[in-house]
């Protein structure tokens, strides 16, 4: 098999791979090392995982997310999935002249004074889901921290954004898991059905809430604006907080000691768990017009998928792309910083007394991938069993 021919094949194998592997990011890796930018014909994608590849193509306006036009010529059927429809027609999947007009709409709610405004109540709401752990930990000795902290603190930071009761946030969190598969690469019927259902139920719940006269944010915004700003704001900063419980809960709270020593090291550790696991791991764009990139020909219209993941750990790169780059640049980056830092904050002072009962947990989705599940326990777990003849760490004793 020609080296052309051998790298297609093994691009191909591990994206098909990436539904069951334990860990995306490793695969995103070996992606990487098999070069900037990868042809994978059979399954219809090129790959970019360079970085200067992936900046450009995020920045050009040469390059086009795939609208319902490009999705009609191109994958028949997606308009039988209410879910897909919506998620299509939203901010994130539109270009301009349409893409100006419905992101200055989302922009004027995160201004920089606005998101700034929001940072007591972000830090309140910290606090008040890590003291609810505190109290579920204390009361069945154990609880759900991916549940009751990385996923509800970011739902209610977007509840307190909009003006959405707070008290709906465990179900809304609920409904953006059921809905994220839209964004996947190759979700299954059944995961689309399920995500159908979860778009009625959210546009049911809108509706009640503008007959029950609920004011606030939320009304200036369509039920679909509601759903994708919820969507955005919701699923990645989940991911987010999954990989910060995990870091500061691991190894006896090692690197919670040293955050709580030196405070000054929390936005840079947020920052690097961005660059290291960025939690929206991939985006699609295709190109206007024949192009060449990296050497590599891609015809016009082709998909192209923009591994973020890669691309943040390619020697060459200056800064990482984990809010993307240019005209559609994460117009939530702030207020995501925000609630890492908030948590990472509450979470210090409890972080050597809780212990993962799964300490290498496994993830859902690999666009986004999240520890659905993290049960944290103040029982230390049990130091690992070291055979007769060997030392702590494996090694044979003479
Ligand atoms: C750690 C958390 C987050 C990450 C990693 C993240 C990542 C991203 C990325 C990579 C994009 C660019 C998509 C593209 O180029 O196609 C994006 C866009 C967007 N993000 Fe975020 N995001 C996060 C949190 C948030 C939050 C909290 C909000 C607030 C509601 C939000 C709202 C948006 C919106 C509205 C867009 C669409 C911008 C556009 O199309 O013009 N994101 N995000």
Known sequence: MSTELSVRARATRLLLGLRRAPDPYAVYERLRVLGPVLPVPALSTVVLCGYDVCRHALRSPDFLVPDT????????GWRRHPSMEQYAASLLNVNPPEHQTLRG??????TRSAVDGLRATVEELAEDCVARLVAAVARHGWADAAEQVALRLPTRAICALLDLPDEDAAE???????????GELFPSEAELNEADQAVRELKAYFRALGERGHPGAWTRFSPGECGLLLQAGVSTTFALLGTALCALLKD??????DLAARPELIPGTVDGWLRDRPPSTMVSRVPRHDVELAGVPVAAHTHLLILIAAANRDPGAPGPLSFGHGPKYCLGAQLARMEAIALVRALLPHAGTWHLTDPTPSFTGYVIPQARTLKVTTRRPP????????????RRTP
């Open 105 to 110: 709409r989302s922009a004027a709610l995160l």
């Open 172 to 182: 809304l969190g609920a409904a953006m898991l059921r809905n994220q598969v839209v």
């Open 383 to 394: 130091a690992p069993r070291t055979p007769p003849g060997h030392d702590r760490v494996g």
């Open 69 to 76: 036009r490009w999705r009609d010529e191109h994958t028949p």
């Open 252 to 257: 006896n709270g090692a690197l919670a000691a």
